[in-house]
C-alpha cells in the first residue's frame, strides 16, 4: 500500500500568516489522485482540495494545492482563525486508499 | 453532493458484532460511492471499505476483510456497515462518506468524499 507521510507534525502561526503543508508518497501517484481534509474537534473531515490541486465546492481560494509524482503540498495563505485545525491528505490513485498522520496547525 | 446521516452510537461486547448504517438524500445516490473510514479516539483516519450502489461492488482493506461486509438498499438510498468479531481496538468513531462517481470514471479505484456523515461512535468493552 501507499505510505503518506505528512510533515510537520504541528505548525505553529499566527493569524495572516502562510501556512505551507507537505505530504510525500512511498510511490508516485501517476494520476495525481491526492487528496486534502480539514477537521476540527469533535467533526467529520471535510474536503477542500483533490486531485492535488482542484479546490472542492466553496472553499476559499487561499487554499491552494499542488505537486505531483511523490510530493505534494498544501499552502494556505493568510491565515484565518478558522482554518486552525488538523489538516490530513489521502491518496486515491491505487487501493487500498491511505491517509497521512496529519498536520495540526495551532495558533501560535 | 449528498447529505448523509448515520445510525447512532453503539455499545458492544468483544466478539459480537456492530450494524451501522447511512442514509443519503439531496442528489441522484447512483451518482455517488460511499466509503467508510474509522477514526480511533485521539488518532488519523483508517480508510476501511467502499461500495459503488449502482453496480453493488465492494472494496475492501485488506484488514478489514474477512470481517466486513457493506451492503446497499438503493430503494432507501442507505448504506450498512457489518463489522463482526469485535475487539477492543475497534473502538473508534467510523463515518461514512460520499464522492462522485465522475471523479474517478474509468479508473479502479474510489473517488476522495466531498460529504461525511456526522460519524457514529462504536465502543467495544466488556
Not at chain 1, 18 to 46: D, E, I, M, N, V
Not at chain 1, 71 to 76: M, P, V
Request: glycine residues 8%.
Amino acid at each position: 500500500e501507499i505510505v503518506l507521510t505528512q510533515s510537520p507534525h504541528t505548525l505553529s502561526l499566527s493569524p495572516g500568516e502562510t501556512a505551507t503543508l507537505s505530504c510525500r508518497a512511498s510511490q508516485s501517484l501517476t494520476s495525481s489522485f491526492l487528496a486534502w481534509y480539514q477537521q476540527k474537534p469533535g467533526q467529520a473531515p471535510s474536503l477542500l482540495i483533490f486531485a492535488a490541486s482542484t479546490r472542492a465546492t466553496g472553499i476559499p481560494d487561499r487554499f491552494s494545492g499542488s505537486g505531483s509524482g511523490t510530493g505534494f503540498s498544501l499552502t494556505i495563505s493568510r491565515l484565518e482563525p478558522e482554518d486552525f485545525a488538523v489538516y490530513y491528505c489521502q491518496q486515491y490513485d491505487t487501493l487500498p486508499l491511505t491517509f497521512g498522520g496529519g498536520t495540526k496547525v495551532e495558533i501560535k | 453532493q449528498l447529505h448523509l446521516v448515520q445510525s447512532g452510537p453503539e455499545v458492544k461486547n468483544p466478539g459480537s458484532s456492530v450494524k451501522v448504517s447511512c442514509k443519503a438524500s439531496g442528489n441522484t445516490f447512483s451518482d455517488y460511492i460511499i466509503t467508510w473510514v474509522r477514526q480511533a479516539p485521539g488518532q488519523g483516519l483508517e480508510w476501511m471499505a467502499g461500495i459503488v450502489p449502482i453496480f453493488d461492488t465492494t472494496k475492501y482493506a485488506q484488514k478489514f476483510q474477512d470481517r466486513v461486509t457493506l451492503t446497499a438498499d438503493k430503494s432507501t438510498a442507505t448504506v450498512y456497515l457489518d463489522l463482526r468479531s469485535l475487539r477492543s481496538d475497534d473502538t473508534a468513531f467510523y463515518f461514512c462518506a460520499s464522492g462522485p462517481r465522475r471523479w474517478v470514471f474509468g479508473s479502479t479505484t474510489l473517488p476522495p468524499a466531498d460529504s461525511w456523515g456526522q460519524g457514529t461512535m462504536v465502543t467495544v468493552s466488556s
